[in-house]
């Protein structure tokens, strides 16, 4: 049976990494029940200023560097942890994402949940095999973001371990494909399709992901935090629907007319489909169709490539 959600009405919610592609719909979903606070680096001034006009509070922190955190109050009620960087620089990447969390999480140690954003990035690849969460790790991302994985597969192990020694009741969530009416993967695709551009593709077709629509991340959220243990819950997170990548840009290509150019690579990512047993025992299902946010997306993004 499904967990019991938690009460976000009115609570102290500290979101990390606001403007990125999978937290900024979230930042303004929460801002309009909760009391939100967001941290960046905000490097870019106009992104800070554009966070603060959902009323939401703001603060500058790079989180490789623990004594930038010291303007963050301590006193949340959740933390929600989406702040990630890939800039190729293992050095910085392992620090911000990895030693990160464990500042951020040292640094709000009384929450009642701490919920942390991974991948399924962080598994080894192993055909159109449903990935369970016990399932080996491996650097599966590494042709396109050289230290994403092995960041985000240390990022967790010192989410557990600072968990475990503090007591901090912790989800880890492993995302898969996150998308919705500001883009995501589905939308380059179809970018790409527009241009001609071919699209590489595992040869081990068809290439089977988990779309997650952000209605059904922001709706799982309260869940989430509600699944998280001392112990540290780790869990897949995607749509409970699979769909190839195949499939979906089929389905672009019947909303715009442009017909995908596909390009078999060995070294493309491969399917990365997820076993969502664990998930749907305590988080439910998702609920939004993948053709319906498929087209919910371009009708937002681009209205003008949707054909008669
Ligand atoms: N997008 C996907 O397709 C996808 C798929 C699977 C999992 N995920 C996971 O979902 C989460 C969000 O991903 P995303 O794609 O939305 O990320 P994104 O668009 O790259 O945004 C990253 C966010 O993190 C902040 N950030 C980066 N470095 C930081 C640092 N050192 N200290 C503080 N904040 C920092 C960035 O703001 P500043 O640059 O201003 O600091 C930005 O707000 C991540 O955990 C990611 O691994 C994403």
Request: charged share 20%; with cysteine.
């Amino acid at each position: 049976m499904a967990v019991t959600p938690v009460d976000l009405n009115d609570k102290k919610i500290l979101i990390t990494g606001p403007t990125g592609q999978v937290a900024l719909p979230v930042v303004e979903a929460l801002s309009a029940i909760a009391d939100v606070t967001a941290l960046a680096r905000f490097s870019d001034d106009s992104s800070r200023q554009m966070i603060e006009s959902m009323g939401v509070k703001t603060v500058k922190a790079d989180l490789a560097d623990k004594a930038t955190l010291a303007n963050c109050p301590t006193d949340f009620d959740y933390v929600i942890n989406f702040a990630v960087v890939k800039s190729g620089d293992f050095d910085y990447d392992l620090k911000a994402n990895a030693e990160g969390v464990g500042n951020l999480m040292t640094h709000c140690k009384s929450v009642k949940a701490f919920l942390h954003f991974s991948s399924t990035a962080v598994y080894e690849y192993a055909g159109q095999e449903p990935r369970r969460e016990s399932d080996p790790l491996g650097d599966n991302h590494r042709v396109m973001f050289p230290t994403y994985s092995i960041a985000k597969i240390a990022a967790e192990t010192v989410c557990r371990f600072v968990a475990r020694q503090h007591d901090i009741p912790t989800t880890i969530a492993r995302l898969s494909v996150p998308y919705g009416d500001n883009g995501g993967w589905p939308y380059f695709h179809l970018l790409m399709m527009k241009e001609g551009i071919p699209i590489d593709i595992h040869p081990e077709k068809p290439n089977y992901y988990n779309l997650l629509h952000s209605s059904d991340y922001i709706a799982k959220l309260p869940y989430l935090l509600a699944a998280a243990t001392k112990e540290v819950t780790t869990t897949n997170f995607g749509g409970s629907q699979a769909t190839s990548i195949e499939e979906w840009c089929a389905y672009l290509a019947e909303l715009s007319g442009f017909e995908p150019v596909f390009a078999d690579n060995p070294k493309a990512f491969g399917s990365l489909q997820i076993d969502a047993t664990r998930m749907h025992e305590l988080i439910g299902e998702t609920s939004m169709n993948w053709k319906q946010g498929i087209r919910s997306m371009v009708e937002n993004l681009a209205p003008e490539l949707i054909k008669g």
